[in-house]
């Protein structure tokens, strides 16, 4: 990762991470045959463009509650599984794997990021961010869990 000179630079990098993920959610949304999937990921775009706009306004000046802290459970599905790259025709177990990966590796990322300023706004802000892409993991993981290891 690179290295930061300020915190706007931690937000701009931070902002962009969130914007890929919009578009990479709307790109698997887009592909999806599947309407179940379809929203799901259109429904995870909804929030990365929230977690987006939650960036700029801090970066703007606007200081917002910062979110909660409070860890969340994490059932480590997608801690035993390979790496998976995510096609057009992938089924949903793939899907689902993709999402919790790619989740776990946000919530690395925000972690990360609120190491590298001393900024204690700054970095609970980043912190409430890792612990919301900590949620979406788990709401991932959950549907795994629910339905793809009963059916197997």
């Known amino acids: ?10 937000l701009d990098f931070a902002i962009e991470g969130e914007q890929a993920a919009v578009d990479l959610y709307m790109g698997l949304a887009a592909q999806a045959k599947n309407p179940t999937i379809k929203k799901t990921f259109e429904e995870y775009a909804q929030e990365e ?3 987006k706009a939650k960036l700029q306004e801090v970066k703007a000046g606007k200081r917002l509650i910062i979110p909660s802290n409070k860890p969340v459970l994490d059932l480590k599905i997608s801690d035993y599984t390979v790496e998976e790259e995510i096609g ?3 089924d949903y177990q793939s899907v689902l794997l993709f999402a ?3 989740e776990k590796a946000a919530f690395k990322l925000y972690t990360d990021l ?15 961010l890792a612990q919301e892409e900590a949620k979406h993991k788990l709401r991932f993981e959950i549907e795994y869990d629910e ?4 059916e197997n």
């Open 1 to 10: 990762m690179s290295t930061f000179a300020n915190v706007d630079e931690i």
């Open 49 to 51: 463009r929230g977690h």
């Open 88 to 90: 057009t025709d992938a």
């Open 100 to 102: 919790m990966k790619k």
């Open 114 to 128: 609120a190491s590298r300023t001393e900024d204690a706004g700054i970095q609970n802000l980043l912190l409430g």
């Open 147 to 150: 339905h793809i290891l009963v």
